[in-house]
């Protein structure tokens, strides 16, 4: 009876031991990272901020992003195209060396104008925009883009989980409607935490949220 009873206390430990340890397997999992989804915004140049806003006007932070060190502001502004216009359309801090306006790829079709994907500050060669703000009106000359979908690390991250800063990957996602994205960049920088980004179509597409994880496909 005292036999019968250790082997049944010892079946039920290695079963509980089992349960837990799937979670914790899956954790450990490098290849597995959280994901981030990105509306249409936009980054100012300090000089363009003055002509939009008035030469000294701070941005009003209301929410920390992800990436270290930059942030949502409460304001926004209208961007034109040749056939139509968006409105409240929000700024992220802080000020950069170039205005980079990011869409989606459906905006193309209100705006009139034609974005290509590419990474945050490759702007050779992509379209302009007007911006219009509370206090004036910018005509650019390039900066509109759809953002390349892309993934931030760590140069350490990267290590761990096999990958290089450049390198293109495929992300995996599980789910009824889930699927793979291809043509993913890998930004490994010192300064960066852990995240893929995503836009809002494509996230809606394979019914992504903010508790979703993607896996890396190499």
Known sequence: MENNYENLL?????????????????????????????NRHLHLSQTDQDLLFGEGYQMTKIKDLSQPGQYACKETVTICGPKGAIENVRILGPVRSKTQIEILAGDCFKLGAKAPARLSADLQGTPGITIIGPKGS?????????????????????????????QTVSIQVEGPRGGIYGNVAVRATKTSALECHIDNEEANAMSINSLSKIKIIK
């Open 10 to 38: 010892k079946l039920f430990m290695e079963a509980v031991q089992t349960t837990l340890s799937a979670p914790e397997a899956a954790a450990e999992d490098p290849s597995i990272v959280p994901v981030g989804i990105s």
């Open 138 to 166: 910018v005509q650019t000359a390039e900066g509109l883009i759809v953002a390349q979908r892309h993934i931030h690390m760590t140069p350490e991250d990267a290590q761990r989980i096999g990958v290089a800063d450049g």
